[in-house]
């Protein structure tokens, strides 16, 4: 029984800090009218796909819908910092790119959320910090198990996205 409360706890302890987290953000990286997750998105285009990637590609890799990641892309092709290119192959495949609004301001963007990271994650030393990821992709990899468990009987269980697309950050 004692198990079962420290379980709920940890948890519990997970969300919090999730929450805590996306607040963080936003008070840190909030710029003119885009929120804090939307600057952290154009930060990890930035870092991990300068030359641009595709719209699938990326939900692979942060985890959401193509529905959600196109309601935050669309928020930031209006303030002109990406674009989409069309795969002349394939018209359904958009490439996301960066604009040269971005680029231009890249650094400051970096710069802010290099500063946010040493901020949040600055209580952890490296020792702790690899412990802590290697934690966490094992519970991700546990969640995949179950999640595909569930999807074979009710896909409803599919929205992880959900918070990720609370009015505030789209």
């Known amino acids: 029984m004692e198990e079962d409360f ?13 929450l805590n987290l996306t607040e963080q953000l936003e008070l840190n990286l909030k710029d003119r009218n885009i929120s ?9 285009i930035l870092r991990h ?12 890799e942060i985890g959401v819908s193509k529905s959600t990641l196109s309601v935050l892309i669309k928020k930031l092709r ?17 490439k996301v790119l960066p604009t040269e609004k971005l680029n231009a301001e890249k650094e400051q963007f970096l710069q802010k ?34 999640e595909h468990k569930e999807m074979r009987t009710d896909r409803r269980y599919l929205s992880r996205e959900k918070s990720f697309t609370t009015a505030e950050t789209v």
């Open 113 to 146: 959320a290099l500063q946010a990271e040493k901020e949040i994650c600055g209580a952890l030393d490296r020792r702790e910090w690899e412990q802590l990821c290697m934690l966490e992709q094992k519970l991700l990899a546990q969640l995949a198990r179950t």
């Open 36 to 44: 804090g997750i939307q600057v952290y998105f154009l930060v990890y």
């Open 6 to 18: 420290r379980t709920e706890r940890q948890l519990y302890l997970m969300r919090k800090i999730s």
């Open 49 to 60: 796909h300068p030359e641009g990637t595709y719209l699938t590609e990326l939900c692979r």
């Open 78 to 94: 209006i303030e002109g910092y990406l674009c989409f290119q069309e795969n002349p192959e394939d018209i359904r495949k958009k």
